[in-house]
Nanobody, 121 residues
Framework: QVQLVESGGGLVQAGGSLRLSCAASGRTWTMGWFRQAPGKEREFVAANNWSGDNTYYADSVKGRFTISRDNAKNNLYLQMNSLKPEDTAVYYC?????????????????WGQGTQVTVSS
């Protein structure tokens, strides 16, 4: 399993932007972002594969968030624009060597510690 470290969270006003980063200790095929708000289950945000030709977004973030990778650095990013208060959550980076790009938490073997994103109204 790879080690994952997220960064880039913070406090932002509604309509603002943040860019999350995830540094992986090694190469993985599929990487994704999930989030968990207080009192709620962890939910899928976005994921893509190594080549970037298979990308999948949750409907709630489609058109506002963009996932990308720098494979040379083993880094994953999440550009978040037009943020809403309902985007407030702890955001987690996840990695899988399963070739399927999936929204299921069960498919991801490695998880970061999370980074807090708070969007004020």
């Amino acid at each position: 399993q790879v080690q994952l470290v997220e960064s880039g969270g913070g406090l932002v006003q509604a309509g603002g932007s943040l860019r999350l980063s995830c540094a992986a200790s090694g190469r993985t095929w599929t990487m994704g972002w999930f989030r968990q708000a207080p009192g709620k289950e962890r939910e899928f945000v976005a994921a893509n594969n190594w080549s970037g030709d298979n990308t999948y977004y949750a409907d709630s973030v489609k058109g506002r968030f963009t996932i990308s990778r720098d494979n040379a650095k083993n880094n994953l990013y999440l550009q978040m624009n037009s943020l809403k208060p309902e985007d407030t959550a702890v955001y987690y980076c996840a990695a899988s060597n399963n070739m399927a790009v999936t929204a299921s938490t069960l498919q991801y073997a490695s998880w970061g510690q999370g980074t807090q994103v708070t969007v004020s109204s």
